[in-house]
């Protein structure tokens, strides 16, 4: 049974383009990358990438949604 979307997980988890997916599975490979380098490689800029990706789409989701359905 497929569990059902509520305004709140809509909010945490907004829907993606398919740039913004290709963009954030880029930068996932490349902290894994990243990762095989050590525990001590430094991944806070990837990090804040898709962080930046994700408000974005955060903001695009509650624009449209305050715009009239046509």
Same mark, same amino acid.
């Given at each position: ?19 913004e997916a290709t963009k954030?599975t880029w930068y996932i ?17 990837? /990090?804040?990438?898709? /962080?930046r990706l994700i408000d ?15």
């Amino acid at each position: 049974m497929a569990a059902k979307k509520t305004p709140e997980s809509d909010s945490q988890h907004p829907p993606l383009t398919a740039g913004e997916a290709t963009k954030i599975t880029w930068y996932i490979a490349r902290m894994a990358k990243r990762g095989l380098a050590g525990d001590t490689v430094y991944q806070g800029d990837l /990090e804040r990438k898709i /962080e930046r990706l994700i408000d974005g789409a955060r903001t695009r989701a509650e624009k449209n949604a305050k715009q009239p359905k046509k």
